[in-house]
């Protein structure tokens, strides 16, 4: 899909705000593999997601860029309760998508997108609409990333990173 200049520039616009919003900087503080943690992994799911998302027709833009920014709000870390690590995978679709409503209001599809972002694992949970299944797709191929990434070129790996989520668009 081609996509006129304001509307790169209204997406953009969009991604810094939550960029530099201070409820979603509290993702800083909540582990994600491999030394990355949950606000770096959201801002690289959200890249890809939109990358994805412009070579189909129908896909709202705006819907995956909100709901891959906050598929993971959750706000917590699971690493540090038992109970929690014995559910996360399940429970934590559901809470990001609490969280996103209570802190931005979000639209129902964009929590129906973030619920199912984990599917196949809570298989009740299909990603019904085409932005949600783009969602999910993304997070899989950023967890794969990060998953396989060595610890000896971790850092180095983290500093292109955080370069690369700078900015929504990179030209
Ligand atoms: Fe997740
Ligand atoms: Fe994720």
Known sequence: MKISPEQKQELEDIYQSFLHDEKIMRMKEVPMHRGSN?????????KLAIKRA???????????????ILHDYYLYDW???????????????KL??????????VSPTIQNAI???????????????????????????????????????????RNRYLAHINKLFDK
Not at 54 to 68: F, N, P, T
Not at 83 to 92: D, F, N, Q, R, T
Request: glycine share 2%.
């Open 115 to 157: 619920k199912s972002h984990m599917w196949p694992l809570n298989f009740k949970d299909f990603p019904k609409s085409k932005e949600a299944r783009i969602l999910t797709w993304a997070d899989k191929a950023i967890c794969i990333r990060e998953a396989l990434t060595s610890k000896k070129h971790k850092q180095k790996s």
């Open 38 to 46: 949950c606000y770096e992994h959201c801002f690289k799911v959200a």
């Open 54 to 68: 412009l070579r189909h027709k129908k896909a709202s833009l705006e819907v995956v860029l909100l709901a891959s």
């Open 96 to 105: 990001a998508a609490e969280n996103a409503y209570r802190d931005f209001g």
């Open 79 to 93: 690493r540090k309760d038992r109970k929690l690590l014995k559910h996360h995978g399940k429970v934590h679709p």
